[in-house]
């Protein structure tokens, strides 16, 4: 069955300091894995997705297929980093998302 | 620049009372779904429609029924409202066209059920 896992409820850094965002999936294909992000007060948005490997806002995922994990990191958190992080599994009308980190980035 | 639009933003219902949340997109995207979002759940997928006339169950289901009334809209019905169904529902799209396509999300209606 499919299945997106982020272990981590909360996370909080200091400023600068380095950021990953754990996921690991299960899932019996060749997966497409995106991150989506909600700002406070913001709709949710693609982050960025695997398919196309880019760059966005310095965050970068790389699929490992082996240990099945697709985990988000940026060397440099910014406080405007701040916001709810989602996993998400799928593609062709299903779509399976983790339980969210919330991200905090402290001054 | 409207994208996925949803109504209403709020809704206080009692238990065993209907109602239906409008979503509407103007991107001329072929799929659109339903999701509810909870605390410590993450996002989960209640109904989705890949095609205008289609639909079909996602993850959670019971107690909700979905029409899909024209390419552009996407409603959700509660029947018989009741406490569990107190969450915040998410309205998306997509083109569908390859797995890689993204999902275009509305702002979300909170709904608290007493």
């Known amino acids: 069955a499919q299945r997106v896992t982020q272990p981590e409820k909360l996370l909080s850094v200091f400023k600068g300091a380095p950021v990953e965002l754990k996921c690991n999936y299960s899932y019996s294909g060749s997966p497409e894995l995106f991150w989506y992000v909600q700002y406070s007060r913001q709709r949710l948005q693609l982050l960025l997705r695997?398919?196309s490997r880019e760059s966005i806002k310095g965050f970068t995922a790389d699929l490992n297929k082996g240990e099945t994990s697709f985990h988000l990191k940026k060397p440099f958190a910014q406080e405007e980093d701040s916001a709810m992080y989602y996993c998400?599994?799928?593609?062709?009308?299903?779509?399976?998302f983790g339980s969210g980190t919330k991200l905090n980035v402290k001054p | 620049n409207a994208g996925v639009t949803q109504t209403p933003k709020f809704q206080v219902l009692k238990t065993g009372q209907s109602m239906t949340l409008q979503c509407a997109q103007d991107?001329?995207?072929?799929?659109m779904y339903w999701y509810r979002q909870d605390p410590g759940m993450g996002l989960r997928l209640i109904y989705y429609?890949?095609?205008?006339?289609?639909?079909d169950k996602g993850e959670v289901p019971n107690g909700y029924n979905v029409s899909r009334l024209n390419k552009r809209e996407f409603s959700l019905r509660l029947e018989s409202a009741a406490p569990s169904q107190t969450s915040v529902y998410f309205c998306?799209?997509?083109?569908?066209?390859?797995?890689?396509?993204?999902?275009?999300f509305g702002s979300g209606t909170q709904l608290s059920v007493l």
């Open positions: 429609s890949a095609s205008e006339g289609t639909t």
């Open positions: 991107m001329n995207h072929n799929s």
């Open positions: 998400a599994l799928g593609g062709f009308n299903k779509f399976y």
């Open positions: 695997h398919i």
């Open positions: 998306a799209s997509s083109e569908a066209r390859d797995p890689g396509e993204k999902l275009f």
